[in-house]
């Protein structure tokens, strides 16, 4: 019973949370309204019905013994025209009256209002003793509910006389206070419904500026304000959303300019990096190699000229270290920054990287390059050399792949990457947990250009690399 | 906490009186009144009743409860139903005897005389009363009226009981003859009531000022009603006349006529028939012959005389 309770109240607290409050307020109006009429027009059918049966009872009383008194005469005399005619005038003076009739003492039927004869079973519903004063049974007609009186005449030597009164009257009665009752309800109903749906309008009028606002608010538009429409609760809502939104228009310029001095901050670190790494990769080749080539040019000329063989050997030697030297040079000079990034661009720095991480680790590479031949900014290309770069490092130090593929492409106005290998894989949330170093900054590499890098990898599902950088420029 | 307490008992309070069971009668049975039979004919008793009228000397109530006893005892004794027949005037019963649709009667002396002069109607006893088979006719007024003879009452409102009975309307217009006036010269003003009882009462309320009734009628109400004393007073009482007698219909069978007088005769004989005489006053049932009526008859025929008696 209780669970029964219970569940019915947690169904109206869903249907009533539910629906708008539009809805709500509407409902609390016309449900008050259905409510208070229900109940003023069941209390009305109450005292009513009560009071109308009783004042029926009193006056079919009243009638039945006005009727006995008058019949004691006639009936003493045997007058019975005079008695027939006595109930044709009770029934006439008295609307409510349905029928009349005079019983002998013995219960004959002497004289009565019916035409063309006797309602069976009317004379047994109600009988009266001699002494009592009358006797009142309420029936259920044909023609509705009936008082039946009996009264004893002349202490019931004379007979009885009884008479029914209809309820019919009464019943007209409250059909009337009914449908005035219900006129009045869809008067208050006319009435009351547009001025609640004008109150659900006021009330949710700011609620519903309140909600686009935030929507305004939450994809970043800090102008908007709201307005205060009512020196309400609703009003002070408003006027705390509007100093919420202050604040955080303030919070965000705060950290749009801190990320601002961050991105230039780092910009500039890159491109300082960057700098420095050509800058030393061109001493390394300008300098450092041509001075390495003239000593193995002279070691070379020493060789020749000199016929010692001891001499001869150590200068051979020598030569040897030189030139492995002047390898290795160029090999740093290389990964610093590889001249031919500047020099031929993207593609061919990316070929010879990859030709030389295949040399080196013997995994098989698949590098696919579609760039249309031109050469794209030169932030862009550092970029995503860089990245591709890092992410080869990454895979020849932790992957343990067997074969790696690499797609470069302009899409539209963006140059695309994918890099993928069918390594071991790695947790990625774990992984960027770490803050490890290297992915981050491929990471904010790509953020910096106003680009996206997404790793999807999971441990024995390989990594897949999706990098996208916008050309802001023309191709 | 408390404010809810107080909702939840408010509500309560409005539901119960709401839904509290009051008294609204359910009806008991279901009665089609346009379902109507022909009603039986009145069951013939199979014996033939017989027939007794009275005349409304006293109301027509008082009457059923006075003679109900001795009818009952009639009854009994001839062995077979009794009908009782009233009627609002004497000469309504005079009709039925005249017709034969009464077999007894119990009239005023007058109608005794009426009937007996029209269609030979016979006297078969009478009561007797205090040891007397006469009776007077006494005028009353009201106690606290200054009206001491029948002089005092010229320009008065006089209540007449019957238009043939003989103390109430024969009796006074005899004695207005006597003084040379008329009801119609004498009194403002003059209505009939049509009993005894009632012309006593219409006085003892005022709303006559004088009345001329029965004396055994008003011993018989000043011994029941002792209130009633007080309220009236005598100014009048006349010469013994012949008591109002019961009479047969002239064509009453000789063999029941006898049976009647015979059973009326013995009544005062049997307790039954003691309790019905002294529920009526009556000592017990004597002969009378016509010659005891001769006074009366005297005084009628004075006022028909007069032409008094014809316009009731």
């Known amino acids: 019973m209780l669970a029964f309770w219970k569940k019915l109240l947690s169904k109206i607290w869903e249907v009533a949370g539910s629906v708008p409050i539009r809805t ?123 008082w039946d009186v009996a009264v004893p005449i002349f202490e019931g030597k004379a ?83 509007n100093a919420m939104i202050a604040e955080l228009s303030r919070m965000d310029e705060l950290r749009r300019e801190r990320e601002q001095l961050r991105r230039q901050l780092l910009e500039k670190v890159i491109a300082t990096q960057e700098d420095e790494r050509r800058r030393i990769a061109r001493e390394l080749h300008d300098s450092t190699s041509q001075n390495l080539t003239s000593l193995i040019v002279g070691l070379k000329t020493l060789e020749t000229t000199c016929d010692d063989p001891r001499i001869h050997h150590q200068a051979s030697e020598l030569r040897a270290v030189a030139s492995q030297t002047l390898g290795e040079v160029h090999e740093i000079s290389m990964r610093l920054r590889p001249r031919l990034l500047d020099d031929l661009g993207l593609s061919a720095a990316l070929e010879r990287q990859v030709d030389e991480w295949h040399a080196r680790h013997r995994i098989p590479v698949d590098l696919m390059i579609h760039t249309h031949d031109n050469r794209l900014p030169e932030e862009v ?51 960027k947990k770490d803050r490890h170093l290297g992915l981050i900054g491929m990471q904010e590499r790509a953020e910096l250009l106003g680009g996206t890098l997404v790793i999807e990898s999971a441990p024995g599902k390989g990594t897949s690399i999706y990098l996208s950088i916008p050309l802001t420029g023309g191709p | 906490m408390d404010l809810r307490k107080f909702i939840l008992a408010a509500l309560a309070i409005l539901l119960g009186s709401a839904c509290a069971p009051r008294a609204i009668t359910e009806p008991a049975a279901y009665v089609d009144l346009s379902n109507v039979q022909p009603l039986p004919t009145l069951a013939n008793q199979g014996i033939a009743p017989l027939r007794v009228a009275i005349a409304a000397v006293t109301s027509l109530q008082g009457t059923v409860e006075g003679y109900a006893p001795l009818l009952e005892y009639l009854s009994q004794e001839l062995g077979r139903p009794v009908e009782r027949i009233q009627r609002r005037t004497y000469s309504e019963i005079n009709e039925l005897l005249r017709s034969g649709e009464v077999d007894l009667a119990f009239v005023c002396t007058s109608s005794y005389l009426i009937g007996r002069e029209q269609f030979g109607l016979e006297l078969l006893v009478a009561p007797q009363v205090n040891n007397k088979v006469s009776y007077q006719a006494n005028v009353i007024v009201r106690a606290d009226s200054n009206y001491y ?62 009345a001329s009734v029965d004396s055994l009628v008003l011993d018989f109400a000043l011994a029941r009603e002792p209130d009633l004393a007080g309220k009236i007073r005598v100014i009048h009482v006349s010469d013994e006349f012949g008591m109002p007698p019961v009479v047969v219909s002239p064509g009453t069978r000789p063999q029941l006529k006898a049976a009647l007088r015979d059973v009326l005769l013995r009544m005062h004989l049997s307790l039954q028939g003691q309790v019905a005489l002294k529920t009526l006053g009556y000592d017990r049932f004597v002969l009378v012959s016509d010659e005891a009526y001769h006074s009366a008859r005297a005084v009628m025929a004075l006022v028909n005389a007069a032409g008094e008696l014809e316009s009731p």
């Not at chain 1, 109006?29 to 259905?34: A, E, F, H, K, Q």
């Not at chain 1, 109940?39 to 009243?62: C, D, K, N, P």
């Not at chain 1, 206070?177 to 008067?187: C, E, H, M, S």
């Not at chain 2, 103390?167 to 008329?182: A, D, I, K, S």
């Open chain 1, 381 to 431: 290309e550092t970029a995503v050399f860089r990245i591709i770069q890092e992410s080869l490092t990454n895979i020849a130090r932790y992957a343990e792949a067997h074969s790696v593929s690499i797609l470069v492409e302009r899409r539209g106005n963006a140059i695309v990457a994918v890099i993928e290998d069918d390594g071991r894989g790695f947790d990625v949330d774990l992984v």
């Open chain 2, 149 to 210: 003879t029948m002089e005092d009452l010229r320009g008065r409102v006089f209540a007449f009981t019957d238009p043939t009975s003989f103390t109430g309307r024969v009796y006074p217009t005899y004695l207005l003859l006597q003084m040379g006036e008329t009801p119609q010269t004498f009194f403002r003003a003059t209505f009939f009531v049509y009993s005894h009882d009632d012309a006593i009462h219409t006085v003892a309320n005022g709303l006559a000022d004088a």
């Open chain 1, 159 to 241: 007979g009885v006389a009884r008479t029914g009164i209809s309820t019919q009257r009464a019943e007209k009665i409250f059909l009337s206070i009914t449908t005035q009752v219900l006129l009045t309800t869809l008067v208050v109903f006319a009435i009351s419904l547009p001025a609640a749906a004008f109150l659900t309008f006021i009330l949710t009028r700011p609620i519903l500026e309140l909600v686009e606002a935030t929507r305004a608010v939450t994809q970043g538009d800090f102008t908007r304000r709201v307005r205060r429409w009512a020196e309400d609760e609703i009003g002070d809502l408003a006027d705390a959303f």
């Open chain 1, 24 to 146: 709500k307020i509407l409902g609390i109006v016309l449900g008050g309204t259905i409510l208070l009429s229900a109940s003023v027009i069941y209390q009305l059918w109450q005292a009513v019905t009560r009071t109308m049966q009783q004042e029926l009872e009193a006056r079919g009383i009243s009638i039945a013994r006005d009727l006995a008194a008058r019949a004691v005469d006639p009936l003493l005399l045997n007058d019975m025209y005079s008695l027939h005619q006595l109930i044709l005038d009770t029934q006439h003076n008295n609307p409510d009256v349905v029928y009349a009739f005079i019983q002998a003492p013995d219960g004959q039927v002497l004289v009565h209002s019916f035409e063309g004869g006797f309602p069976t079973g009317l004379m047994e519903s109600n009988t009266v003793q001699a002494n009592e004063h009358h006797h009142t049974v309420l029936l259920r007609t044909n023609e509705g509910l009936v």
